[in-house]
T-cell receptor
Framework: DTGVSQNPRHKITKRGQNVTFRCDPI?????LYWYRQTLGQGPEFLTY????????KSRLLSDRFSAERPKGSFSTLEIQRTEQGDSAMYLC????????????FGEGSRLTVL | LAKTTQPISMDSYEGQEVNITCSHN???????ITWYQQFPSQGPRFIIQ???TKVTNEVASLFIPADRKSSTLSLPRVSLSDTAVYYC??????????????FGTGTQLKVEL
């Protein structure tokens, strides 16, 4: 258990529906990352928060994706009008207070779009 | 960000030492080299990080030559539970830059009896 909690763990939805994932990071850490991972590929960076500010967003992220982190605590990732290509594992990560580049990842939220 | 190249897959047997080499010819002066491990249906897990020479912890060693254009992750006496994908990353700077980690496709290690 890394201390990073993600919900739901699995989500099956129909194309065109909206879905929302939640991440509860390690409480004392002010940075939070979202990644997406498809089968056979490494995790792909989506976005990054420092407290409540979204500091970086991947250019690969379409306008259907939005992420928030109100009050710098938990974060949500919403996908509107889902497409089959959105099927993936969505990972949230919280850095340690030690080494740079050392992230604690949650177990992910697996999305299947039918 | 510096690109990394590592073998797609490797096979080994229990009790053997496994060495996974990663090439990163364009590594920047300030970059660390970081390795992650990932099991199916789990998020990646940090294994080890280094800047130069050799780093050792309770699970692995990391060898980095003087030119830093490659690195080798060494797993001593692997077991079946070491079957996983291993990712080599560069681009995290100790000066505070490189906030995001860029993963490649990794090396699928399969350990057999």
């Amino acid at each position: 258990d890394t201390g990073v909690s993600q919900n739901p763990r699995h989500k099956i939805t129909k194309r065109g529906q909206n879905v929302t994932f939640r991440c509860d990071p390690i409480s004392e850490h002010n940075r939070l990352y979202w990644y997406r991972q498809t089968l056979g590929q490494g995790p792909e960076f989506l976005t990054y928060f420092q407290n409540e500010a979204q500091l970086e967003k991947s250019r690969l992220l379409s306008d259907r994706f939005s992420a928030e982190r109100p009050k710098g605590s938990f974060s949500t990732l919403e996908i509107q009008r889902t497409e089959q290509g959105d099927s993936a594992m969505y990972l949230c990560a919280s850095p340690t207070s030690g080494r740079p580049g050392e992230l604690f990842f949650g177990e992910g939220s697996r999305l299947t779009v039918l | 960000l510096a690109k990394t190249t590592q073998p797609i897959s490797m096979d080994s047997y229990e009790g053997q030492e496994v060495n996974i080499t990663c090439s990163h010819n364009n590594i920047a002066t300030n970059d660390y080299i970081t390795w992650y491990q990932q099991f199916p249906s789990q998020g990646p897990r940090f294994i080890i990080q280094g800047y130069k020479t050799k780093v050792t912890n309770e699970v692995a060693s990391l060898f980095i030559p003087a030119d830093r254009k490659s690195s080798t992750l060494s797993l001593p006496r692997v077991s079946l539970s070491d079957t996983a994908v291993y990712y080599c990353l560069v681009g995290v700077s100790f000066t505070g830059g490189g906030n995001k980690l860029t993963f490649g496709t990794g090396t699928q290690l399969k350990v057999e009896l």
